[in-house]
């Protein structure tokens, strides 16, 4: 049980567009298919009438909310609707009072939670033997990555389901919903049409609240995409500095730079600006991946990384902002390396395998008897001394046999450095 339908005599026209275009069954929902087919998930468990606990995950206006209330009405479910920001741990209990009241009739709850993840802990804790003992079928909605807000407990009793971004073709779907209730063409060019779909960004929702203010102030005239950006407000892009999104965005630039895509990483790096991404933050990720990812293939990486986050600290935004597209543009197009980075590893795990040994006698300073009576910097070598400059001495521990941490490669800058240490391993072969 759901939502009465509007009733005949209800004025349809006063109602928000969005709400009277929404679907009344689940295959009118748009650019869910993966989910909703026959063969799909939810739509397996529609055919056999049993739902079991779902998390919906996916961006705002891709039809979460519209799902899980045709969920019930399709399973013959009593549909409980609460909202994460609004209800404590008193109003769920007697939610779930209710809810028991009904199970003993033979009727089934579907508690939806809208905004799952921002439930606390102690009441995620508060589902847990309701959902267990099957007194709700619970469906929350989530724009935030479920493994990283909801407890384990939580999460091991629901199926997470992953709702898609809508589409062009889904956009374009509702669209022609809009048009066929106003009876009548939307008022716009074809980039226009193009433009209005581009700013609303996946979201549903927020296309039809947009294209109810167009049938509104367009009665009469064509809008080309210049007139329709004075009249409607872009939106910013889905970007949450706290959440996943931010995790995605900067995972996707490290690895277009590390894939040596200098436009893919702009355009990364131009995302999270766009979304209110801190530039420092920025700046010192760039700063990292110049020594992780590029090293000595280029030296001047680094000094260039620490210069355009100078750059930008004496600027401020937007003027400095230019200096770090130049360092994305620089570390982008540098050879690179991750050479140092996994030498300096292998060095790590090297010291922790073997211990606190000494270093051998003879590079030991002696600046005491004693120290000489025992051998301290006896046999040393002073290099400057021998012919190459490179006496061929042994600098690791008596006690284990030498290693190699660092390989460079054979590009940039780093060719030049694999040349040298070449030249000394042969050295120090002809030595021995």
């Not at 055919?47 to 891709?62: D, E, V």
Request: proline fraction near 5%; hydrophobic fraction near 40%.
């Amino acid at each position: 049980m759901s939502r009465p339908s509007p009733s005949l005599f209800e004025d349809q026209t006063a109602r928000p567009l969005a709400d009277r275009l929404r679907p009344r069954v689940l295959a009118d929902v748009a650019g869910q298919d993966h989910l909703l087919n026959p063969d799909a998930p939810i739509g397996r468990m529609v055919a056999a009438k049993r739902l079991a606990s779902l998390i919906l995950w996916g961006t705002p206006g891709c039809g979460k909310t519209t799902i899980a209330r045709l969920l019930a009405d399709a399973v013959g479910m009593y549909f409980e609707p609460v909202s994460a920001v609004a209800s404590g741990v008193a109003e769920m209990r007697k939610i779930f009072e209710a809810a028991s009241g009904r199970r003993a009739t033979g009727q089934s709850t579907l508690l939806f939670v809208d905004e799952i993840h921002r439930f606390n802990r102690a009441q995620q804790d508060v589902l847990l033997p309701y959902v267990e003992d099957g007194t709700v079928t619970l469906v929350g909605a989530t724009t935030e990555n479920p493994s990283f807000e909801l407890n384990g407990a939580l999460l091991s009793r629901c199926q997470v389901l992953v709702l898609k971004r809508l589409d062009d073709a889904a956009l374009d779907l509702l669209l022609q919903k809009a048009e066929k209730l106003y009876e009548r063409a939307l008022p716009l060019s074809a980039d226009a049409r193009d433009a209005l779909k581009a700013m609303a960004d996946g979201d549903g929702r927020y296309l039809l609240v947009m294209t109810e203010e167009i049938f509104g102030i367009a009665k009469d005239r064509m809008l080309d995409a210049a007139q329709l950006a004075e009249f409607v407000q872009k939106r910013r892009p889905l970007y949450d500095k706290a959440q996943e999104s931010h995790y995605n965005l900067i995972s996707a630039l490290h690895k277009s730079l590390r894939g040596s895509d200098c436009d893919a990483a702009l355009y990364w790096f131009a995302r999270m600006l766009g979304g209110g991404e801190e530039p420092r933050y920025i700046a010192r990720r760039l700063t990292r991946f110049a020594s992780e990812d590029i090293g000595l293939a280029d030296p001047q990486a680094l000094p260039k990384a620490l210069a355009a986050w100078e750059a930008y600290e004496r600027m401020g935004s937007p003027e400095g902002e230019l200096a770090l597209a130049e360092l994305v543009i620089y570390l982008a197009t540098a050879p690179k390396s991750n050479a140092a980075y996994v030498a300096f590893g292998a060095a790590k795990r090297a010291a922790q395998q073997y211990g606190s040994l000494m270093p051998p006698k003879h590079i030991l300073n002696a600046p005491t008897k004693l120290m000489k009576d025992i051998g301290y910097g006896s046999g040393y070598e002073y290099d400057h001394d021998s012919a190459d400059g490179f006496s061929g001495q042994n600098y690791f521990p008596d006690e284990m046999k030498r290693q190699e941490f660092y390989t460079p490669v054979e590009r940039g800058f780093e060719r030049e450095v694999k040349k040298r240490l070449d030249y000394w391993a042969e050295l120090r072969r002809k030595k021995d």
